[in-house]
């Protein structure tokens, strides 16, 4: 499939596909990238437009070490699992924001195989979190999950590929992980990009404050793969697939990353290009079916 199928957004309003804040619809990248569910004959799929108004070789672990954590070692207190639309199982821990994985950095891909940045996470298992799945490995990260954000990700990658997914869905599904992600894991492109930032950032605060609960935003829906444009140890970009409406095609979505502050962040700039692929040869399969 070359092209896009044609769709209609679904319309939204605060509480619901997502919140209206300053006038304008709350967006993972600040009213740059506008991301909405929409629907077609009843199936859900992502569509990113951009608003009007606005326009490798592995190298260690740099992070702080972090406060110990509750591990998957003890389940007794998760949820039952359960499979999801793609057949994935999914935990569900006890923590809504997540539990990190112990961690095994020798279960990492090899740094000299031809296949290094298209193999895929270790010790993967896919975990609830604020209602939609998310992927949490044993060999890349994250390491923790402090409140609302995973921290701890692997400079490699694997983990670029796992903060990523991590990144942008935390900062939709919650003020709380929203107002974290901006604070800490976001790196504006440009002055204006900037006050974005700053405007967005006092809003999600505004909306905790008033104990908001809804999502800001949809997260990006189910991704099935990914796969690398481009990588170094300081920025990757990141393309992530997911299964189109057609059922014969998969929606792609680019993200971009920053290594600050010994941990991947999201880089704040134009949209990028919403793509299609046929077929997912050549992209990297999310362990976990």
């Known amino acids: 499939m070359s092209t896009a199928p044609r769709h209609n957004p679904v319309p939204s309003s605060p509480g619901d596909d997502g919140q209206v804040l300053g006038g304008r619809r709350w967006t993972l990248v600040l009213s740059v990238i506008v991301i909405v569910l929409v629907v077609v004959g009843g199936t859900a799929a992502v ?3 951009r608003s009007a108004r606005e326009s490798a070789a592995s190298q ?8 110990p954590q509750p591990t998957q070692s003890n389940r007794a207190d998760w949820g039952l699992p359960y499979l999801d639309e793609l057949g994935f199982r999914v935990e569900v821990p006890p923590n809504p924001n997540g539990i990190a994985l112990d961690q095994d950095p020798g279960s990492r891909p090899d740094p000299s ?3 290094y940045q298209s193999a895929p996470p270790a010790g993967v ?4 979190v604020q209602n939609y799945p998310l992927p949490f ?3 890349d990260g994250p390491t923790a999950v402090d409140g609302a954000l995973a921290t701890g990700f692997a400079r490699t990658p694997q983990g670029a590929a796992l903060a990523g997914l991590q990144l942008v869905n935390r900062s ?6 929203a107002a974290a992600v901006m604070s800490t ?5 440009t002055p204006e990009l900037q006050t974005e930032l700053d405007r967005n950032l ?3 605060q505004r909306q905790i404050a008033a104990g908001n609960t809804a999502p800001p935003a949809k997260p990006l829906f189910r991704q099935e793969a990914y796969r690398l444009t481009y990588y170094s140890s300081d920025y990757a970009v990141i393309e992530y697939a997911g299964k189109n409406v057609s059922g014969n095609g998969w929606t792609t979505v680019p993200i971009e990353l920053l290594w600050r502050g010994g941990d991947w962040s999201l880089k704040l700039a134009e949209a990028g290009k919403v793509g299609n692929t046929p077929t997912l040869a050549g992209w990297t399969q999310w362990p976990g079916k």
């Open 47 to 49: 569509l990113i437009n």
């Open 60 to 67: 260690p672990d740099t992070a702080s070490p972090a406060a």
């Open 113 to 115: 195989s031809a296949d």
């Open 125 to 128: 298992i896919w975990q609830k």
């Open 137 to 139: 490995s044993a060999s």
């Open 172 to 177: 939709q599904s919650t003020f709380e992980g």
């Open 185 to 189: 894991r976001a790196v504006a492109s």
């Open 202 to 204: 006092a809003n999600a």
